[in-house]
């Protein structure tokens, strides 16, 4: 049995995937950065053994979790140079290869899931697609983590204001540099298996993250105070190395889709229920104080960030808005 994973370092456009025969047995290496018990890593190993079996076993999705083979910095040039096949960052982190991405991390851009979803599963998810072709890259699926809450070892935030003079871990993105530095805090870019120590030796205040990150990586551990303020959102562009996706039997990649639609279905509304689970959990812990913001603190909130939106609009062009639907 042959398998068709390449090790070797090379160029994106230099990779030369082999023509898939009859016989050969599939492998693609599937990489991620968050654990096993959160919705990107059931979803993982979910499409892994879906496909297993819908293909009688000829193709084989290894799953690599917890940053285990690549840091969120080196998925993307690994996925180019074809160590990895697949690869699922969130969104945010595709902002330096395709900028007016960046949108996607506006905050409160909507208020709740099912808002970004018409937008992903519409126009806006068309035109990344086509962004992620140009980068030989193509789109499987979006999958959601949920949204984004604070949390901090120095105080409980309600308002804008409290965060002034924190350092906090961010995702890279310009966006979110831009927001943070609105609120005067300074936003350190940090890997995401690094941020843990990074809390707990205290160089950083605080981060901003769903409740199935805090959770499985332990940042309640080492942080006082969580605000719940679904500020913004996480989701991920479950991406496939275009050569090694054009050298697949067409039959293999209508099993690739087909269950990737399946998947994304799935993970969606267990993205819903472990965020459920995992907060009652947190909860239970009493080692960290969680503060609810109510409708009229979201409200200053959003008022208050309304100059980034401007701002934002300007830089990407209002042109950007209407292409995603936004
Ligand atoms: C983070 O870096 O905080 C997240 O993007 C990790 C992830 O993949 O959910």
């Given at each position: ?51 297993k ?39 945010s ?31 806006a998810?068309?035109s990344i ?42 995702m ?10 609105m ?5 350190v ?138």
């Amino acid at each position: 049995i042959f398998a068709l994973t390449f090790l070797t370092a090379c160029t994106p456009k230099a990779i030369d995937y082999e023509q898939v025969s009859e016989k050969e047995k599939i492998v693609i290496r599937f990489s991620h950065v968050v654990g096993e018990d959160t919705p990107k890593g059931q979803a993982a190993r979910l499409f892994a053994k879906l496909l297993k079996e819908r293909t009688n076993g000829k193709v084989e999705v290894q799953v690599f979790s917890n940053g285990s083979l690549y840091k969120d910095t080196e998925e993307l040039n690994a996925l180019a140079e074809g160590h990895v096949q697949m690869v699922a960052p969130a969104i945010s982190k595709l902002t330096d290869l395709i900028p007016e991405l960046g949108v996607f991390d506006l905050p409160y851009l909507y208020p709740d899931l099912n808002g970004y979803h018409q937008v992903l599963d519409g126009t806006a998810g068309k035109s990344i697609a086509e962004r992620l072709k140009k980068n030989h890259m193509i789109l499987l699926g979006i999958w959601d983590n949920g949204l984004k809450q604070f949390t901090n070892n120095v105080k409980p935030i309600r308002a804008p204001e409290d965060l002034a003079g924190l350092t906090m871990r961010i995702m890279p993105s310009t966006v979110l540099d831009h927001q943070f530095k609105m609120l005067q805090v300074r936003p350190v870019p940090i890997n995401f298996n690094d941020v843990y120590l990074a809390l707990e030796e205290g160089k950083i205040n605080g981060q901003e993250n769903t409740i199935s990150n805090i959770y499985t990586k332990r940042f309640y551990q080492v942080q006082r105070y969580m605000t719940l303020s679904n500020h913004g959102y996480l989701g991920y562009l479950v991406i496939m190395n275009e050569s090694f996706w054009n050298r697949l039997p067409s039959d293999i990649q209508k099993d690739i889709t087909d269950t990737m639609r399946d998947v994304t279905k799935w993970e969606r509304d267990e993205a819903v229920k472990i965020e459920q689970e995992q907060l009652k959990e947190i909860n239970k812990c009493s080692c960290i104080q969680i503060v609810q913001l109510n409708e009229a603190e979201k409200e200053r909130w959003k008022q208050f960030y309304q100059p980034l939106y401007q701002e934002m609009k300007q830089k990407f062009g209002p042109g950007i808005f209407e292409e995603f639907g936004l």
